[in-house]
């Protein structure tokens, strides 16, 4: 949540016409409050003299992290920050990629944000540019020759090995069914059409804007209704990502399961 300082000042009568001139002026062709104390949109880089003269370990051990939640985020961060190291070889496998990079404004959303990391300051990480980031789905560990194996049946070799998955919905798999992008279709699972779960790595390309399910749900002719089951915070934002899509409220169903409702 993005918050003022929280500091008194004093401000001389000069100091306040300055200030009411410097608001009526034009900075970078729009007004400017010199007393906004909102954090800038942009990153500041800087280089010191001790910085170029310090010498770096270079670390090319090959550190895989699977999932692209908080845990391993922080975990990536963590180590890019040390200043006296430099790690050449870490590998990112994530579902999806990353979600920040899938949507332009933050009511767009279809996912509560995460409690320790906002849009902005992921942005703010550059991960794209500085660790490789792989947009796919694992499906087994090889341990003895420390390996991975992908959905396509390819691997990634590593020297560590850090699963950061997270928590994740499990009401469709608890039923037998599977989300639409679950590839390839595990063994004990069927997909039904129209049924999605909200760890869905693809949620976002299947309910994108002009795409197949959002045309059918906002055809005017062929009215087509919207079911959510739940009672989470990820429940009530996907209804705010269907309504900026252009879903009208009368469309939208919740239906919320009991405190002690299990599947």
Same mark, same amino acid.
């Given at each position: 949540m993005d918050r003022k300082w929280d500091h008194e000042r004093f401000v001389s009568e000069d100091t306040q016409k300055k200030q009411q001139e410097d608001i009526k002026n034009q900075v970078d062709g729009a007004p400017r409050d010199p007393l906004d104390e909102t954090?800038?949109? *942009?990153?500041?880089? *800087? !280089? %010191?003299?001790? $910085?170029?003269?310090? &010498?770096?370990?270079?670390?090319?051990?090959?550190?895989?992290?699977?999932?692209?939640?908080? !845990?391993?985020?922080? *975990? =990536?961060? /963590?180590?890019?920050?040390?200043?006296?190291?430099? *790690? !050449?070889?870490?590998?990112? =496998?994530? &579902?999806?990629?990353?979600?920040?990079?899938?949507?332009?404004?933050?009511?767009e959303n279809l996912k509560a944000y995460s409690t320790s990391y906002t849009k902005r300051e992921l942005?703010? +990480? $550059?991960?794209?540019s500085r660790v490789r980031v792989i947009n796919a789905r694992m499906v087994d560990i090889d341990r003895s020759d420390k390996n991975i194996v992908l959905y396509d049946d390819s691997v990634v070799p590593y020297d560590t090995l850090v699963?950061? $998955?997270?928590?994740?919905?499990? !009401? +469709? %798999?608890?039923?037998?069914?599977?989300?639409?992008?679950? /590839?390839?279709?595990? &063994?004990?699972?069927?997909?039904?059409?129209g049924i999605l779960s909200i760890d869905d790595p693809y949620l976002y390309q299947h309910l994108r804007k002009d795409g197949t399910l959002i045309n059918v749900l906002t055809d005017k002719k062929r009215v087509k209704n919207c079911v959510l089951y739940g009672r989470s915070l990820h429940t009530y934002c996907c209804i705010q990502g269907l309504l900026q899509r252009g879903v009208k409220p009368e469309q939208i169903i919740l239906a919320i399961p009991d405190t002690e409702c299990h599947v």
């Open positions: 954090e800038a949109e *942009f990153s500041l880089c *800087f !280089t %010191t003299r001790r $910085m170029l003269s310090e &010498p770096k370990i270079i670390k090319n051990s090959r550190i895989v992290v699977v999932g692209a939640s908080d !845990t391993s985020i922080s *975990f =990536i961060e /963590a180590l890019l920050s040390i200043s006296y190291l430099h *790690f !050449t070889n870490i590998i990112l =496998i994530a &579902p999806g990629g990353l979600p920040h990079n899938h949507f332009e404004d933050k009511c942005k703010k +990480l $550059m991960l794209e699963l950061g $998955m997270g928590i994740q919905d499990k !009401t +469709l %798999t608890s039923l037998g069914y599977c989300s639409r992008g679950i /590839a390839p279709l595990p &063994p004990n699972l069927k997909r039904a059409d």
